[in-house]
């Protein structure tokens, strides 16, 4: 499994050298992308160590629009939400293929997951299954999450999970076996970010399929 780190408040940018060598990619967050724009993209590439870096844009529209601005500033990887309609994912997907990046299929305005196979284009890296904040806030927990590992690894995707994961959390998430785990605030606002990310990466000893991923298991 590979660990992404989600850097979702601009205070914790200064921990990502601290434990870049623990992560395999580094994300920026909706919240830190809006606050600096494009332009925090290249600053955390310059801080990630050469870690592959994640633009959780959210795109719903203007696809192709979006992914030139955010591979063209150094993304090697963009979310897009799994409810966009198809012609913004294969507008995306297009200018993902011209950068050689690839994308994510968010899910965390979604009112259910895929039935079946396939649902999104070639380009799209992992299905994305990702509790909100707000809803974690509220009191639900990543169980749900955890629980649509397997059903969605079985329709042929990949899967990156998110959402409330920390040293409480890791073991049943272990368990269902994504191909990505993110973690954000259990790492930057540790008492010990490097320690925390240390034993976090050593938790998730299946390590993934490589890079550059696919969505799909097998052709």
């Given at each position: 499994m590979l660990l992404q780190l989600a850097i979702d408040d601009p205070g914790s940018l200064g921990v990502v050298p601290a434990v870049a060598e623990f992560v395999d990619i580094v994300e920026l967050g909706t919240p830190v992308l809006k606050r600096f724009g494009v332009g925090g993209l290249v600053t955390l590439r310059e801080m990630a160590g050469g870690r592959?870096?994640?633009?959780?844009?959210?795109?719903?529209?203007?696809?192709?629009?979006?992914?030139?601005?955010?591979?063209?500033?150094?993304?090697?990887?963009?979310?897009?939400?799994?409810?966009?309609?198809?012609?913004?994912?294969?507008?995306?997907?297009?200018?993902?293929?011209?950068?050689?990046?690839?994308?994510?299929?968010?899910?965390?305005?979604?009112?259910?997951?895929?039935?079946?196979?396939?649902?999104?284009?070639p380009r799209f890296a992992y299905l994305g299954l990702h509790l909100a904040t707000d809803r974690r806030l509220a009191g639900e927990t990543a169980h749900e999450v955890v629980s649509q590992v397997a059903p969605m690894r079985e329709l042929g995707y990949r899967v990156a999970?998110?959402?409330?994961i920390g040293e409480q959390t890791i073991a049943a998430v272990v368990a269902a076996a994504p191909d990505v785990v993110v973690v954000?605030?259990?790492?930057?606002?540790?008492?010990?970010?490097?320690?925390?990310?240390?034993?976090?990466?050593?938790?998730?000893?299946?390590?993934?399929?490589?890079?550059?991923?696919?969505?799909r298991l097998a052709p």
């Open positions: 592959p870096i994640l633009a959780d844009a959210k795109t719903v529209d203007a696809g192709a629009i979006e992914a030139r601005l955010l591979f063209g500033a150094g993304a090697s990887l963009v979310t897009v939400l799994s409810v966009a309609p198809r012609a913004t994912c294969l507008a995306a997907a297009q200018v993902a293929e011209e950068f050689g990046g690839f994308l994510v299929a968010d899910t965390i305005a979604a009112a259910g997951l895929p039935t079946t196979p396939n649902e999104f284009p999970i998110a959402g409330g954000g605030s259990a790492i930057t606002q540790a008492a010990n970010p490097r320690r925390t990310a240390k034993w976090i990466s050593a938790q998730l000893t299946q390590r993934g399929h490589g890079w550059p991923p696919s969505l």
